[in-house]
């Protein structure tokens, strides 16, 4: 049975929440003015402290600082596209390349190129010494056939030497950059990283944040090799997207993870109510109007 104290405790805190609501009309689960636990997507305490550590480092690219990116390395799944630049070459390849699991793609007649961990560039030029080196030691026997029936007419004409064995091979798929949105999203899952995408873009993607998210605490993660220090910083939301503070709008790089965690019941129930200033990363500036 409920004592008639803990009754009346109850309905002041009911109606602490409910005055909450009408002075500063803050959303609440379900927006009904009763705190309660919005979803399962958590911010494990290592991911909290790491986020109140890093602040807001400069160094790395944000919306107004956009930095390009390095030569994209193939991988097994991107998609090659590779086509002689002379369109009477007599080279013949298949024009899309799939790159295989173990990093290869297949040249036909000229044989199977290992171009995993390559650059596009990197990979046009080998293409192309292997198709010279073919073409011409092809032309050769021609010449050595030839030759030795006594078949003039069966040489290969003078203009052989000057055909174009080059190729030009471009990268329209690029299986492995990938970002990442999950947690308090509508739509959570990888996503293509086509350009200079920054967090902002990526929450778009993802269908926009959900109503029982804490949009407080958005991370961006860094994936970082064994050994270094984990790479975990603070995304202020609200001032991303109503002030134009683009500190924390960081540009994405291919691995990035956003997390977007669920709002707990004590922080609903302090951001109903609204006490003191607004509930927000310890790093951002303050915008407040001062009278």
């Known amino acids: ?14 109606l602490l929440i409910v005055i909450g609501f009408s002075q500063v009309g803050c959303r609440t689960a379900a927006s009904l003015g009763l705190p309660v636990s919005a979803g399962g997507h958590p911010l494990l ?49 298949s024009s899309d390349q799939t790159v295989q699991q173990d990093g290869t793609i297949e040249l036909g007649s000229y044989g199977r190129l290992k171009v995993a961990g390559l650059s596009a560039e990197e990979i046009q030029s080998q293409v192309q010494n292997v ?7 092809k032309r050769q026997r021609q010449i050595e056939l030839a030759s030795h029936r006594g078949n003039a007419s069966g040489m290969p004409n003078e203009s052989a030497g000057q055909e174009d064995y080059g190729v030009t091979v471009r990268l329209v798929n690029n299986e492995s950059a990938l ?25 778009i993607a993802a ?20 050994g270094q220090e984990r790479a975990i910083y603070p995304v ?10 683009v500190t924390t709008n960081y540009q994405l790089m291919p691995g990035d993870r956003i997390y977007v965690p669920s709002m707990s019941i ?4 302090k951001q109903s109510v609204a006490w003191g200033k607004e509930k927000s990363c310890p790093h951002c500036r303050d915008y407040s109007v001062k009278e």
């Open 131 to 137: 198709v010279t080196r073919t073409e011409l030691a």
């Open 1 to 14: 049975m409920i004592t008639s104290c803990s009754a009346r405790s109850f309905a002041i805190a009911l």
């Open 179 to 203: 970002f990442y949105v999950m947690g308090e999203v509508n739509a959570p899952g990888s996503y293509p990283l086509v350009g200079h995408e920054t967090v902002l873009d990526a929450i």
């Open 207 to 226: 269908g926009g944040l959900t109503d029982r998210c804490n949009d407080h605490k958005i991370i961006l993660t860094r994936p970082q090799a064994d």
């Open 236 to 245: 202020c939301y609200q001032q991303i997207l109503q002030l134009g503070d």
């Open 45 to 93: 305490t290592a991911a909290s402290q790491r986020r109140q550590l890093a602040g807001h480092p400069g160094t790395i690219p944000t919306e107004l600082a956009k930095q390009s990116l390095p030569s994209h390395r193939v991988e097994a799944g991107d998609v090659l596209v590779i086509e002689p630049n002379d369109f009477n070459s007599p080279i013949r390849l």
């Open 266 to 269: 004590w922080e609903d129930v």
